[in-house]
């Protein structure tokens, strides 16, 4: 298996541009997860899905983010619009079930100017 | 304070040494987690521990816990230079979502 895969790696874009973050995760997977990770807050929990269905959104900072899993091997997560402060690297997550291990991807770092 | 928080924040130690490393809770947990983290890289999974058990090993790694003081530890032994990462304990509180601390940044020197 590839394990959980992210694109793009590496994103350069503006202040107010919208910033779409793309996740497949293993198959077979139940949950999949969106952190986000910067020097200041950690690691920080945006969102989490159980088979396609956001359980806990809590996380997602205000209503420029939103996250969307329109089935089992796709997730994406995007900003509109972006702001410095987005600046962070993104990584997805999965696991067979919500409670389990997680095997990470290996996380797009988003830079806002 | 957060749910996990891992002391030290930072361990520097010599190849061949033992790396301790500890993590502290507050609620009720379904299990605990550790996880490490190479710069720049993503996390890999490194052991679970289920509430209902105190001790686990997995090759050089053995991580115990209490439940009764809400504390996890993580031990390294004869560490290697490629041990040298940041760890993090992540708990389950039966929500299905982990709760991951700020982790300890450990160096091991050759």
């Known amino acids: 298996d590839a394990g959980v895969i992210q694109s793009p790696r590496h994103e350069v874009t503006e202040m107010g541009q919208e910033v779409t973050l793309r996740c497949k995760p293993i198959s077979g997977h139940n949950s999949l997860f969106w952190y986000r990770q910067t020097m200041m807050r950690g690691l920080e929990l945006l969102i989490y899905f159980n088979n396609n269905v956001p359980i806990d959104d809590s996380g997602m900072p205000e209503d420029r983010f939103s996250a969307k899993m329109p089935n089992a091997s796709f997730s994406t997560l995007k900003i509109q619009p972006s702001e410095p402060r987005d600046s962070a690297v993104y990584f997805c997550?999965?696991?067979?079930?919500?409670?389990?291990?997680?095997?990470f991807g290996p996380g797009t770092r988003l830079t806002v100017t | 304070s957060q749910q996990g928080e891992e002391d030290p924040q930072a361990l520097s130690i010599q190849e061949g040494e033992n790396a301790t490393m500890n993590c502290s809770y507050k609620t009720s947990i379904n299990n605990l987690q550790w996880y490490r983290q190479n710069s720049g890289r993503g996390l890999v999974h490194l052991i679970l521990?289920?509430?209902?058990?105190r001790e686990k090993h997995s090759g050089r790694l053995r991580v115990t816990l209490d439940t009764s003081k809400k504390s996890s530890s993580l031990l390294i032994t004869a560490s290697r230079a490629a041990d040298t990462a940041s760890y993090f304990c992540a708990t389950d509180l039966l929500t299905g979502k982990l709760i991951f601390g700020q982790g300890t940044t450990l160096q091991v020197k050759p």
């Open positions: 997550a999965s696991s067979l079930d919500a409670g389990e291990e997680q095997y």
């Open positions: 521990i289920r509430s209902n058990e």
